[in-house]
DNA sequence: GGTTCTAGAACC
DNA sequence: GGTTCTAGAACC
């Protein structure tokens, strides 16, 4: 037996006890907030709201509805009606709880890009401490002008370096693209080129 | 007067309209749902559940309170504590309805390329530069380094909205040369792309 | 432009 | 591995 049978990620092994739980209980309360769905390949939340105040801190470390859809996302379930929070994944059903331990995160994919060059990388700026500082009002001195005007032209210069990488990784990945092109193609295709002048591209 | 001022996008307006609203019923009801902040430049949303099931509903055409977080991250709100739902943004504060107007959508790109090889793209936050040019009399002293540091200041500007083009460019050029080898390519070549993962590209 | 579903990424 | 904040993208 390979050790995927040994033990099942804890976010599933707990959403598998709170449906089992609720199941137990249902009879002694009249409002359903969690379920099975009828045919016991996935389930429904059928209150959101008492369901995040009620049950995911019994279970989990918040009670944030998104963080529990976050995670489900993770694990490969799919939201499987629109007007209905329910979910389902392949293995994730009623009375087969030894399928948990075969279910795996999804593993998000390496970038192949650095990570300066990547989307979220622009976000990071630095703090503005300057912005609400008293300081401004008290010394609107050449001083403070002085060490502004010096902070943002740092960072110009940084944003230069990075959109310069940028080029120059664009720069090659367009020759990997027209290398590859010029293999795959017998005749010069410059109808779908319109735009290109290879001699550009050095 | 510019069409800003015309016009703040519905979003907004019945947000803030929902603020107002609450704001005059607050004496009625023990329990707040959501207000302005404190210091009015921001609100709370102090019940996510009663806020989705009974406000929602009459603003928005839908019950979904991720949906309504959604949109205020398109609008550039920030979420600004970590324990409540209070959000932020510079130009969303009470008794400034007409500040509303100048709230933009942030603009998403239409999508060839999957997230990781888009690299960063115009989220550029320039610093205000506008001080107050008699700060600049009143330190004669250093009046010519000032010049000198707006002046490099300008033209790293220049340069940076050089570079974005030519990237702007380089993309353009890409996407062409992605439509064209998906043409000519009958199989999966990925000798000659060790960096890109062709079954992404179509 | 709004709503929904899902994912990226940082942080814990 | 879990939680949080935000964004991409499809669909309406």
Known sequence: MSRKSKCPPPFLSKTYDLL???REGEASVGKKIVSWNMEGNGFVVWCPAEF???MLPKYFKHNNFSSF???LNTYGFKKTASKRWEFQHEKFRRGCRHLLAEMR???CQP???PSYLR???AHHHPPNTHQDNKSIAAAASSEVLLMELKEENKKLRRERVDLELQIAHFKTMQIKLLECLSHHTPTPTLHCLPLISINNLT
């Open 69 to 71: 859809i976050r995670q």
């Open 20 to 22: 089992e739980e609720e």
């Open 111 to 113: 970038s192949v890009f």
């Open 52 to 54: 995040s105040e009620l």
């Open 119 to 121: 989307p979220n990388s």
């Open 105 to 107: 995160r999804k593993k």
